[in-house]
């Protein structure tokens, strides 16, 4: 991998001389793209950097006795380049040489800066504090579209919400349960993974499940996982459903039939799943972290307000709580949930948002290397 992902950002900063193209910066995402930040320090015409951290916990570390196969300077093997506690750390080398530092979103921004989220680079991170920015990821809204979803058996948008009505019982059908438009549906569409908190669900389900609920489940990942969720469908097949696997057109069905969409993560540097539901008005329960805290708005029961729910603390009986709060709203303040849906609908998480964030961070870039030329110059 190391060989493989240093000839791919050695071409990415070379590729451009070779075409007669001049840029204005390079943009790596995480390790495999790090040596590019580095790489570009080499260019006949140095060319500012950015450097957007998806997930802390991959850093592409590598031995030492390696590093001669980046082709890099020996002076990049040092405590303030590449050199990571005896080893080669490509993510900690980019992190200090590139110009800006953007993460997914503002929450996992500062998230990073803590032990219990750097993964060993939180002293790193906090050095380069100033030059920090999240920016929440966006999603193709014409992929994402109630109101044209072509995976849908039926459209639906903000001002008429018939349609999610029956996607609603489509699904339900679909999951073998019985079609009952006044019972909260739940969905998860996920991997199997402990980063992802369904160990906690698993154990939260049983009482979850005495409620008056129907929960579907579409995922795949760790086998004890599958076993577990595929044994709850046949112990409550009348209120569980799980489909082990990945299949788009279904994840698409669930965001759309679902009341309610399920996000019991550990922690989560952006989340999409969670905007995909704001758009479908599938209000999201999450754990309050990383991206899913900057995208959910909590919900307030005095006023109405909000676009979801959130737990703070992940464990079962906070599971059970947070999605009894959910259960309890559908049932006793309908107008609520009615009006968090048309809410979350009308929130704007395009990709058009994104770009005038990572815009600012390209001119600061640009802006930086500038001063640091004249700088240099004088």
């Given at each position: 991998n190391l060989q493989r992902f240093a000839f791919l950002s050695r071409a990415a900063c070379d590729l451009p001389a070779c075409i007669g193209f001049e840029p204005d910066l390079i943009h790596a995402n995480d390790w495999p793209t790090a040596l590019s930040v580095l790489y570009a320090k080499l260019l006949p015409r140095p060319v500012p950097t950015v450097l957007t951290l998806h997930n802390v916990g991959y850093q592409g570390a590598f031995p030492l006795r390696d590093f001669a196969l980046t082709g890099l300077p020996p002076g990049e093997l040092c405590p303030?380049?590449?050199?990571?506690?005896?080893a080669m750390n490509l993510l900690k080398g980019a992190i200090l040489n590139a110009s800006m530092l953007t993460t997914v979103s503002p929450t996992y921004a500062q998230e990073i800066q803590h032990p219990a989220f750097g993964c060993g680079l939180d002293g790193v991170l906090r050095s380069r504090a100033s030059d920090l920015h999240g920016v929440l990821n966006g999603i193709d809204d014409r992929v994402w579209d109630p109101s044209q979803d072509p995976w849908l058996p039926a459209r639906f948008d903000a001002t008429d919400l018939s349609g999610k009505a029956e996607c609603k019982a489509a699904l339900q059908r679909e999951a073998g349960f019985a079609v009952r438009p006044d019972v909260p549906l739940f969905g998860l569409v996920t991997r199997l993974t402990y980063q992802k908190g369904l160990d906690v669900l698993a154990r939260a389900l049983g009482p979850i499940l005495a409620m008056d609920v129907q929960m579907v489940l579409l995922g795949t990942g760790d086998a004890p996982a599958e076993a577990f969720f595929q044994m709850a469908s046949h112990h409550r097949p009348d209120r569980f459903h799980a489909w082990i696997g990945f299949d788009p057109a279904l994840a698409h069905r669930i965001e759309g039939g679902c009341d309610f969409f399920v996000m019991p993560s550990r922690y989560e540097p952006c989340g999409l799943n969670q905007l995909y539901s704001l758009r479908y008005g599938t209000l999201p329960?999450?754990?309050?972290?990383?991206?899913?805290?900057?995208?959910?708005?909590?919900?307030?029961?005095?006023?109405?307000?909000?676009?979801?729910?959130?737990?703070?603390?992940?464990?079962?009986?906070?599971?059970?709580?947070?999605?009894?709060?959910?259960?309890?709203?559908?049932?006793?303040?309908?107008?609520?949930?009615?009006?968090?849906?048309t809410r979350a609908m009308r929130l704007d998480f395009s990709w058009e948002r994104a770009a005038k964030g990572y815009e600012q961070v390209y001119r600061q870039a640009v802006d930086k290397s500038h001063l640091a030329g004249l700088a240099a110059a004088s």
């Open positions: 303030t380049s590449l050199e990571h506690y005896g329960i999450v754990r309050a972290t990383g991206g899913l805290d900057d995208s959910v708005d909590n919900y307030d029961e005095t006023t109405g307000g909000g676009t979801g729910f959130k737990l703070h603390d992940l464990n079962p009986s906070s599971m059970h709580d947070v999605i009894g709060w959910a259960v309890s709203t559908w049932y006793d303040r309908p107008e609520h949930v009615k009006a968090m849906r």
